[in-house]
Each structure stands twice: as structure tokens, then as C-alpha cells.
């Protein structure tokens, strides 16, 4: 009798028993290029730490790291109305949020679709469109209410310098965005400006990274969060530091060096510079191609929005080698950001050992007829290019724990990839396992635990909003100076 032990969980890999040498050949080769193992993690982490340090210094690095004057985390006590306005990558979503003052909330919300020529529009276009959409929302819930002035959480997700709540300077478009005569100005005013033309009884009272509201949300009502993070379009995170760490503020204010600052850290400006990160020919090439070339060189390996697009550029390569889909027509695989995060997750997801799913979706979506060996070729790619993301995300979380010699904690994580792209959680929860050392524990004892957020853009704004008027009542300074506009703005 053999004594076989514990049955062995299923492959990801699939068999490759069938697959002819040239092609393994090169999974063999895109297992190289895109895997990034413990100790180049680890790298990584070092590097991203003095990364971090930089940006919060007065000298500045590519990290942007970025006050965002939200100075406490709720108690949870928090009352009141508020309405929260989302502005993401693909969607714009308007809510009410009711606060209950017992770490509970109630929300009202209607989402409307960026149309899509709006993200290379004009500014008026764009701002016009987000006041038109305010004005449908109170229209439909509040129908014939003579309504005062209502104070707006403005979720707005680019890099923003920010000299008060409810103030930013966008420093750059990310995400695909790419609209005349917004860069290095103001948002709030033109945003203003378009309400008033409408007519539409609302002020901007914080204007919110997506990161920082899920940060303060996921805290409302799990007081262990200490970090909120993004993994959907683009990528980002926020994390309280104090004042006396963010040595770019000193002599521009005047506060308790222990005051706590949220910092938002577009931290998809890590490595701009290229000198860490495993990027590949195909990183490259998506870089170069993108609107903003030599930005955002972490954010375009991880985030949904390139995700697609770099098996779609592998893809055509190996057809333009001739390994694979020989005598097939690509015209379809042609078309720039034709593959979205969500193919990729479908093709992961493929239960059949034959990838008869990849299969359909070829030949429905590009008219490619596969082999099954091309189909574990494509399946096996999938997987890589999931695999780097959620490894480099963890990347990132590690670095900030480590920076702020956070043990244990939770942070709370949103955004399309993270929800729905399959293995991504535990993925990343395994890259931190690897980078920590966590050897002896099961995933549910790590110390560190990515989970599901919050709603940030809505709960999170409406938590600020709240927060930011109890600073005021506080008679606390919630705002800056105009003079340290131009020394903050970077
Ligand atoms: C933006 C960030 C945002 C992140 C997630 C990035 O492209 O620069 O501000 O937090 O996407 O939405």
C-alpha cells in the first residue's frame, strides 16, 4: 500500500504535458520576465521606504506624498447628511450619506457613465458634465425642496497638491485622462464655477483622494484599519504620518509636531525613475505609448486599466514571432486597450483543463480560432500578469507598514481589481507572508490583512465632510495660508 498524504491542491498551472517545446519555451521565458520572487520584494520594499521618505521631504521625490489636511480618524460618533460626488476612472457616482453616530451609516446613490469621449474633452465639458449629474441627483431625491446651500465631499482621485481640504492643484492627469486646462490649476474653483452656471445650490466643503476616504471609512467602522488602498483603474494609498515626519510642511505651519496628517501618496509615481522595478519590453512600450510617458511606472504594472493591455501587446508579439496563432486573423487583438482586467480575470477563471472558455471568448470577442496549447499559453500569461500585480501592490503596503513600524493591522482596499480579479487577495497576502516572514502562520493569523474597504468615495467623504466642520467648530485651523499655495504645490 502507498501512503499518498494529503491530496495536493490544483495547479494553477494546469498540465502542460501537451504543449509543444517551442511554446514552452516561451512560458518558460514570460515566467522570467514577469515573476518577481521574495527576495526581489524585499528590494523593492527597501527602496520604496526611502521613496516615501523623499517625497515627504522638503527636497521631494517622485512619490508625491501629499498633506491632505484630513487630521483625525472618526470616532465614530459622527452625524449628519452629507453629499459625496465620485469622479473615477469610469463612472461618476452621486450619494447622500446619512452619518448615524454609532459607526453605522445609510446611503443613497445614483451612478452615471463618463461618457466616453469625456476623458480627452475639454475642461468646461468635463465639469459641466459632473454639475449636470449633481443637478439630476437632488432632482430625483429631493424633487421640488427649496434647498439651501448644501456642502459637498468632492472624491476626486488624480494627484492633487492640496493647501487646504477643500483645495487642489492637480498636478497631472493618470488613469488615461487627458483634458486641456486642468493640469496645475485649482480644481475646485472651475468645479464651482460650472455649479453656479447651472445653478446648482452646492459648495465644495473637502476635496477627497479615493485612497484617504477609504482609509477614514474602513476605519469608521473597523477602528484596526491604518491604511487605505486602491487597486482598480490605478492605484494609490493613504496612511495617517504626524507632522514632525513630513518635514515638507515645517515653517509652513504652525503645528503640534505630533499632529496626525492623512497623506495621500500616489505612490503609482514609485520608481518613475526606472531604477527597481522588474519592467519588461512590454512595460516599456505601454509607457510610451500612454498619454504621460515616464509617469506613473508602478501604477501602468499594477493597475486595471494596463493590465489587459499588457497581455494584448504580449500576445501580438509572440503572433508577430510566429508562435503562436498561425494563419489567424489579429485585426481585433490590433486595437489598443481592446483587452480589459476583465477578460484577464475570465480567462484565469476558465474551470476546464481544455480552456474551453478561453476558447469561446476568442473566437466571439477576436475571431481566433486557438490551439489548446496557445489556450495555456494565454491562460499561463493571465496568470503572470496577476501574479506581478498583486505581489508589487504588497510591495507597496509593506513599505508604508514598515516606514511607520506598523506590526499589525488592517488595511482596508478597494477597487475593481482587488474585488474581482481572481487569487489577487490572497495573492498579495502571500507576497506579504513571503516579504515579513511569516513562515509559521496560517493566512487567517497574519499580522497584516488587505481587505475589503469601505465604501471611501461616499461613507469616506461624508466622514471627512463631517470631520472637517468639527474641526472648524473646534476652532481648529482647517485651512492654509495663501502664501504656502506655491511652496506646496509641486
Ligand atoms: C490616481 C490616484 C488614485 C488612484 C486610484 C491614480 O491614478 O493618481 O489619485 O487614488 O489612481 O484611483
Not at 524585499?42 to 517622485?62: D, N, P, Q, R, Y
Not at 471609512?217 to 488602498?229: F, I, W
Not at 484577464?344 to 476568442?362: A, G, H, K, R, Y
Not at 486557438?370 to 499561463?380: A, G, S
Amino acid at each position: 500500500m502507498v501512503h499518498l498524504g494529503p491530496k495536493k491542491p490544483p495547479s494553477r498551472k494546469g498540465s502542460m504535458a501537451d504543449v509543444p517545446r517551442d511554446l514552452l519555451e516561451q512560458i518558460s521565458q514570460l515566467e522570467t520576465i514577469f515573476t518577481v520572487d521574495a527576495n526581489k520584494l524585499k528590494a523593492i520594499v527597501e527602496h520604496f521606504i526611502k521613496e516615501l521618505e523623499k517625497g515627504l521631504s522638503k527636497e521631494g521625490g517622485s512619490i508625491p506624498m501629499i498633506p491632505t489636511w484630513v487630521m483625525s480618524m472618526p470616532d465614530g460618533k459622527e452625524k449628519g447628511s452629507y453629499l459625496a460626488l465620485d469622479m473615477g476612472g469610469t463612472n461618476l457616482r452621486v450619494c447622500e450619506v446619512q452619518l448615524l453616530g454609532n459607526r453605522d451609516f445609510d446611503i443613497t446613490q445614483s451612478k452615471y457613465h463618463m461618457p466616453p469621449g469625456m476623458k480627452t474633452g475639454t475642461s468646461e465639458q468635463l465639469w459641466d458634465y459632473i454639475a449636470e449629474c449633481l443637478e439630476a441627483f437632488l432632482q430625483s431625491h429631493h424633487p421640488d425642496e427649496a434647498l439651501h446651500e448644501l456642502s459637498l465631499g468632492f472624491t476626486f482621485s488624480y494627484p492633487c497638491s492640496q493647501t487646504a481640504i477643500d483645495n487642489g492643484v492637480l498636478q497631472r492627469w493618470t488613469k488615461g485622462f487627458d483634458i486641456d486646462g486642468v493640469e496645475g490649476h485649482d480644481v475646485q474653483p472651475m468645479f464651482e464655477a460650472a455649479l453656479k452656471r447651472k445653478n446648482v445650490p452646492i459648495h465644495v466643503t473637502a476635496l477627497i483622494n479615493d485612497t484617504t476616504g477609504t482609509m477614514v471609512a474602513s476605519n469608521y467602522t473597523d477602528p484596526e484599519t491604518q491604511m487605505g488602498c486602491i487597486f482598480g483603474t490605478g492605484c494609490n494609498a493613504a496612511y495617517f504620518d504626524v507632522v514632525k515626519n513630513i518635514p515638507k510642511l515645517e515653517g509652513l505651519v504652525d503645528l503640534d509636531p505630533e499632529t496626525p496628517m492623512a497623506i495621500n501618496c500616489e505612490w503609482g509615481a514609485f520608481d518613475n525613475e526606472h531604477v527597481i522595478l522588474p519592467r519588461t519590453k512590454y512595460d516599456v512600450q505601454i509607457d510610451e505609448d500612454s498619454p504621460r510617458p515616464n509617469q506613473q511606472a508602478f501604477e501602468k504594472m499594477i493597475a486595471g486599466l494596463y493590465l489587459g493591455e499588457i497581455h494584448r501587446i504580449v500576445m501580438l508579439d509572440l503572433y508577430e514571432q510566429g508562435f503562436i496563432f498561425e494563419n489567424q486573423s489579429v485585426e481585433a487583438l490590433k486595437k489598443p486597450y481592446s483587452i480589459d482586467a476583465s477578460l484577464l480575470s475570465q480567462i484565469e477563471e476558465d474551470p476546464f483543463e481544455n480552456l474551453t472558455e478561453v476558447e469561446d471568448l476568442f473566437t466571439t470577442r477576436f475571431g481566433i480560432q486557438t490551439t489548446e496549447p496557445e489556450r495555456k499559453l494565454v491562460r499561463r500569461l493571465a496568470e503572470l500578469i496577476g501574479d506581478r500585480s498583486a505581489r508589487l501592490s504588497a510591495a507597496g503596503v509593506a513599505a508604508i507598514c514598515k516606514k511607520k513600524g506598523i506590526e499589525k493591522c488592517h488595511v482596508g482596499a478597494d477597487g475593481s481589481v482587488f474585488n474581482k480579479y481572481p487569487h489577487f487577495q490572497e495573492r498579495g497576502a502571500q507576497a506579504l507572508a513571503e516579504i515579513f516572514g511569516w513562515h509559521d502562520l496560517t493566512p487567517t493569523q497574519y499580522p497584516i490583512k488587505v481587505q475589503p474597504a469601505e465604501d471611501g468615495s461616499g461613507v469616506g467623504a461624508a466622514l471627512i465632510a463631517a470631520l472637517t466642520a468639527k474641526r472648524v467648530n473646534e476652532g481648529l485651523p482647517v485651512g492654509m495660508k495663501p502664501e504656502i499655495i506655491a511652496k506646496l504645490s509641486k
